[in-house]
């Protein structure tokens, strides 16, 4: 695409976007150049990651998105989220599956 964001992105964005109106409205535009030919987009509960690998998964404000954060988002060793957040674990517990482990919180 002449604007550098491939159109896999802004599909697989979209499509999880329209599954997800939790995300609310959206706060950026798709922003491309990230890690492994990666790309998110801004909502106000969170944002959409996507990559070829990985296509696009949620990362909703909070403890989880905070601890990936800490470190690095996918530059670091957790890399891009390959999941959404799933809860119901022991003490109203969540967690998130990510290309390098999980991140669990309470």
């Known amino acids: 695409?002449?604007?550098?964001?491939?159109?896999?992105?802004?599909?697989?964005?979209?499509?999880?976007r329209a599954s997800m109106p939790s995300l609310k409205a959206?706060?950026?535009?798709?922003?491309?150049?990230l890690r492994d030919g990666g790309c998110f987009r801004?909502?106000?509960?969170?944002i959409v990651m996507w990559s070829p690998s990985t296509g696009?998964?949620?990362?909703l404000i909070g403890p989880i998105r905070d601890a990936w954060a800490a470190g690095g988002?996918?530059?670091?060793?957790?890399?891009?989220p390959v999941s959404g957040v799933i809860?119901?674990?022991?003490?109203n517990g969540c967690f998130q599956n990510y290309q390098g482990g999980a991140i669990i919180a309470k």
């Not at 801004?42 to 969170?46: A, H, K, L, P």
């Not at 696009?56 to 990362?59: D, E, G, M, N």
């Open 26 to 33: 959206q706060t950026s535009e798709t922003v491309c150049g």
């Open 87 to 91: 809860c119901g674990l022991k003490n």
């Open 42 to 46: 801004g909502y106000e509960t969170g």
């Open 56 to 59: 696009a998964q949620p990362s």
């Open 73 to 80: 988002y996918e530059n670091g060793q957790m890399g891009y």
């Open 1 to 16: 695409a002449s604007s550098g964001i491939p159109p896999a992105a802004i599909r697989a964005i979209d499509a999880l």
